[in-house]
């Protein structure tokens, strides 16, 4: 199957900082990605659908404005969570889509917010 | 996009075929199954999908009923590798429809 990285895998920061996570798909080409949060023993939550050079789509209950969303490139997408708090420690999951219409996941990055 | 119910969860003796259902009784027409696994702490990984006819490939054989309702993805040697959390989901193929997990069936292969 096709590879999507992401980076960091791991991360801890401070209450009230923003993090950024990277998300790449590196041999195939991703016209759609996908950024899905999972809380300990949960299921995965889909938090937006971003489309290569449009904005991102957000489901209903995630603040755009906390969960900043870029995909400026075929095989790029970041994640920025600004004004990080405890309660947005989670894991967070990213997938690509590409022209063969199946979904990608990457490895994850375990965000930690003291 | 249609929903599925899987059971919680399901053990497995290591080396015997593991044999997973899923039930999707308000699937539409034009609406594919997809199977995915997630071992603990990773990203879901793919496994199979289809729409109507039986799809196999070297990872799992996915059987779905002539009326589509339910399907069943096997694992035919299962190994202590294979446990996981095995998710069902159908979507729409070629528009855009979303990927939306449920709740999954774990998996525990035993020795």
Known sequence: ????????????????????????????????????????????????????GSKATYEQGVEKDKFLINH??????????????????????????????????????????L | DAKTTQPPSMDCAEGRAANLPCNHSTISGNEYVYWYRQIHSQGPQYIIHGLKNNETNEMASLIITEDRKSSTLILPHATLRDTAVYYCIVRVRNQGGKLIFGQGTELSVKP
């Open chain 1, 1 to 52: 199957g096709a590879v999507v990285s992401q980076h960091p895998s791991r991360v801890i920061c401070k209450s009230g900082t923003s993090v950024k996570i990277e998300c790449r798909s590196l041999d195939f080409q991703a016209t759609t990605m996908f950024w899905y949060r999972q809380f300990p023993k949960q299921s995965l939550m889909l938090m937006a659908t971003s489309n290569e």
């Open chain 1, 72 to 113: 400026a490139s075929l095989t790029l997408s970041t994640l920025t969570v600004t004004s990080a708090h405890p309660e947005d420690s989670s894991f967070y999951i990213c997938s690509g889509r590409g022209g063969t219409d199946t979904q990608y996941f990457g490895p994850g990055t375990r965000l930690t917010v």
